[in-house]
């Protein structure tokens, strides 16, 4: 089993920064894909930014310029760096680890999503 914890949400004025981190743990043979999706209310998930093991990143129109994903391979570790906050970026950030192949049992490649980690940006 593989397990996503977020970290590093919270409450943060207009303007101001945030990281957060999500650690994949268990037994993890490969990661092809990390990432960071959120859910505002009343609407669709979508996606953040996505980077991929080759470090192949992707960003959603609406962070361009604002945030940096980055990884830690070694500790199966996700980063979301965003500047400039607005309200508008207020959700539930989920991380997102895809095409996993774990080690005991042999398995793979499936898809986690971690629980969540509420950013609220104040006006």
């Known amino acids: 089993q593989v397990h996503l914890v977020e970290s590093g949400g919270g409450l943060v004025q207009t303007g101001g920064s945030l990281r957060l981190s999500c650690a994949a743990s268990?037994?993890?043979?490969?990661?092809?894909?990390m990432g960071w999706h959120r859910q505002a209310p009343g609407k669709q998930r979508e996606l953040v930014a996505t980077?991929?093991?080759?470090?192949?990143?992707n960003y959603a129109d609406s962070v361009k310029g604002r945030a940096t994903i980055s990884t830690d391979n070694a500790k199966n570790t996700v980063y979301l760096q965003m500047n400039s906050l607005k309200p508008e970026d207020t959700a539930v950030y989920y991380c997102?680890?895809?095409?996993?192949?774990?080690?005991?049992?042999?398995?793979?490649?499936?898809?986690?999503w971690g629980r969540g980690a509420q950013v609220t940006v104040s006006s």
């Open positions: 268990g037994s993890i043979f490969e990661i092809n894909v």
């Open positions: 980077v991929t093991r080759r470090g192949n990143t």
């Open positions: 997102y680890a895809g095409g996993v192949y774990s080690t005991s049992p042999v398995r793979g490649p499936y898809d986690y």
